[in-house]
């Protein structure tokens, strides 16, 4: 049974565990690619995101800044929804709830704030939550495939 389900009409993402990274990004390709302020994102062992119709995705680099870069933004062939990020090393895949489909409120809230630095000309986050100029210091990649 999953635990979190997204996607759109067409295509159906489903989460079999919890995230192994759950974090509020400042990053300047979120902002680029959400157009939000912040964005709430969750990293996903590769295997514990699923799709049920991968014949109707199509993908587009993540960073324009850096198209050749792990990872690609996977889009519904038929309405254009946003479904997921995929990594070509099949390390993890991601899920940003309020964009991809899930309902946000049952979703795992962020545990702290990544990518934020004193250039992006705001004030430090302050709601208790760790703030980070990465991610977390303890995070570790998964093995890719």
């Not at 991968?54 to 587009?60: A, F, M, S, T």
């Not at 795992?108 to 430090?124: L, N, Q, R, V």
Request: negative net charge; hydrophobic residues 35%.
């Amino acid at each position: 049974m999953a635990k979190y389900e997204g996607g759109c009409a067409h295509v159906h993402v489903t989460a079999s565990a919890e995230p192994i990274d759950n974090h509020e990004c400042h990053c300047n390709v979120c902002k680029s690619v959400t157009g939000q302020h912040t964005t709430h994102v969750a990293f996903f062992n590769h295997a514990d995101l699923k799709v049920d119709h991968p014949e109707h995705i199509k993908r587009v680099p993540f960073n324009a800044q850096n198209p050749d870069g792990p990872l690609e933004i996977c889009l519904c062939t038929e309405c254009n929804a946003v479904l997921m990020l995929d990594d070509k090393q099949k390390r993890i895949r991601v899920a940003v709830p309020n964009v991809m489909g899930y309902d946000d409120a049952a979703f795992p809230k962020a545990t702290y704030h990544a990518f934020w630095d004193e250039s992006k000309g705001y004030p430090a986050p302050s709601d208790g939550r760790p703030v980070y100029a990465g991610l977390r210091p303890e995070f570790s990649w998964p093995a890719g495939a």
